[in-house]
């Protein structure tokens, strides 16, 4: 499945934004879809993710209650609403996907191998 992450944009603290992953060539159906994010001279890390087929959503904890996953089912199309912007939030924001993960390594970036181009989201102080 290839995927396109859009969204991205400056914001200043405390402010808001909305990424979208669409899916082109196939359906999320069957796959665990996720955003990682990596900010400069770090390593990518997990940040909330989707079981398509059952809706369950998993979450970093350093993001728990201010970012919200959904998914549009019809559009092949998840959601990454992100509400309380911080500074550190700041990143290359990636959604990637995979129909062979299991559940215990669903936040590990090496199980996943189709990366799309990333949207970067800028917080400022």
């Known amino acids: 499945v290839q995927l396109q992450a859009s969204g991205g944009g400056l914001v200043q603290a405390g402010g808001s934004l909305r990424l979208s992953c669409a899916a082109s060539g196939r359906t999320f159906s069957g796959y665990t879809v996720v955003w990682f994010r990596q900010a400069s001279g770090t390593e990518r890390e997990f940040v909330a993710g989707?079981?398509?087929?059952?809706?369950?959503?998993f979450y970093a904890d350093s993001v728990k209650g201010r970012f919200t996953v959904s998914r549009d089912v019809a559009k092949s199309t998840l959601f990454l609403q992100m509400n309380s912007l911080k500074p550190e939030d700041t990143a290359l924001y990636y959604c990637t996907a995979s129909n062979r993960v299991i559940l215990s390594s669903l936040r590990v970036s090496s199980q996943y191998h189709n990366w799309g181009q990333g949207t970067l989201v800028t917080v400022s102080s």
């Open positions: 989707i079981r398509w087929s059952s809706g369950h959503t």
